[in-house]
């Protein structure tokens, strides 16, 4: 069986929450999997090597199909001009992965598999901005969900949000659960003087992610030792960010350092007093459990999906109360006892989750489809 899937995620400067959804599930899909071929496909306009891509391309049953249109054409001809058929682009195919929401068309006799992480868009649209908001629309994901064979759902919250908002039978619906691991890289941290007391935010610097949540929350402390690391790519709004940490009352105990790889999140996670992560809204949701990992305690959401992930291994509060927020803190810092509960909760609750059980999962699916 051959099977395409659309890797056009990696054409970035920066791995984050799809792109590296991809590149785990796919490195373990490719080393499980020696009995279909694979084709993945991509596009940019100039021809530059992306290390994933090229990575991706060792495995004996992997080829690359590379295309270099304009994306905005590409984009444009595949809404209103249904053409051109992806898998007849890249020569056939049987089935056609596609692990996140994007423009696509399709031949009659190919069948789809989609990956939908969440509902955002839907759920907070506030958290957008017009050009996203625009994007959606215009990719029509109503119409996307009712054209695919399969979706897969990275958490039952998106399951859920699948069936309440579009309306789609739950049979075609199945949760695969991302997985979680950090390989152990901190000599690279050497280059970064962190604070001797930090807590941590690890994320895209954007409205969605509540980082300013977290600010506010620093400011009602009291232990003056106490530092925030902000580390993360530049998002929509970012410099809204900025401005509230630079006109703080404490606004020298905030250090930012912009986007961190994968490999050097262990480190952080490490040396971090804790991890506050109160978004306010995600479909799975990575940090945390990659925290929970390395043994670093987690305060999160209680909204969307996030729940769910963490079970009982991490502190809930409402984004929306900086004062409950701030009281997690407390209790974390002078707590020595529920610190070391969450953090033996959290080693027990991340082997819920494995990528060679989700590749395991998507080899059985598409040998069913």
Not at 36 to 61: C, E, H, S, W
Not at 108 to 125: A, E, M
Not at 293 to 305: A, D, L, R
Not at 342 to 368: H, T
């Amino acid at each position: 069986m051959v099977i395409a899937i659309d890797i056009r995620t990696f054409v970035t400067s920066q791995l984050t929450g799809v792109g590296i959804y991809a590149w785990e599930i796919l490195n373990h899909l490719f080393r499980q999997d020696k009995q279909n071929q694979y084709k993945l496909f991509y596009n940019q306009t100039f021809g530059r090597k992306i290390k994933p891509v090229q990575d991706l391309a060792n495995y004996p049953n992997v080829t690359l199909h590379y295309h270099h249109y304009p994306n905005k054409l590409l984009n444009f001809s595949l809404k209103y001009f249904h053409r051109p058929c992806l898998d007849e682009l890249i020569e056939g195919c049987d089935i056609f992965w596609f692990p996140n929401l994007n423009f696509w068309q399709v031949s009659n006799q190919c069948k789809v598999i989609l990956t939908v992480h969440d509902l955002s868009f839907n759920r907070i649209p506030w958290a957008y901005s017009a050009k996203m908001r625009l994007w959606h629309k215009l990719v029509k994901p109503r119409e996307k969900f009712n054209q695919v064979d399969n979706i897969i759902a990275v958490s039952e919250n998106t399951k859920n949000d699948l069936i309440d908002l579009y309306h789609l039978a739950a049979e075609k619906i199945k949760v695969v659960y991302p997985g979680v691991g950090l390989r152990p890289k901190t000599e690279d941290l050497k280059r970064i003087n962190l604070p001797k007391k930090f807590i941590l935010y690890l994320g895209t610097l954007e409205p969605r992610k509540n980082v300013e949540g977290v600010i506010l929350a620093l400011e009602k402390i009291s232990q003056q030792d106490l530092y925030l690391v902000i580390a993360g790519g530049q998002g929509w709004l970012y410099q809204k960010i900025y401005k509230l940490a630079r006109q703080s009352k404490v606004g020298s105990r905030i250090i930012f350092l912009n986007y961190v790889s994968p490999a050097d999140r262990f480190g952080l996670y490490q040396k971090a007093q804790m991890l506050v992560w109160p978004s306010f809204y995600e479909g799975f949701g990575f940090p945390p459990l990659e925290a929970m990992s390395v043994g670093c305690p987690v305060i999160t959401s209680s909204n969307s999906s996030l729940s769910e992930v963490v079970g009982e291994a991490a502190l809930l509060v409402d984004p929306y109360n900086i004062n409950e927020i701030a009281e997690a803190i407390n209790q974390l810092l002078s707590n020595s006892q529920l610190r070391q509960n969450l953090v033996d909760k959290g080693y027990e609750q991340i082997k819920k989750y494995s990528w060679k059980e989700s590749a395991r999962k998507m080899i059985d699916l598409f040998n069913r489809l």
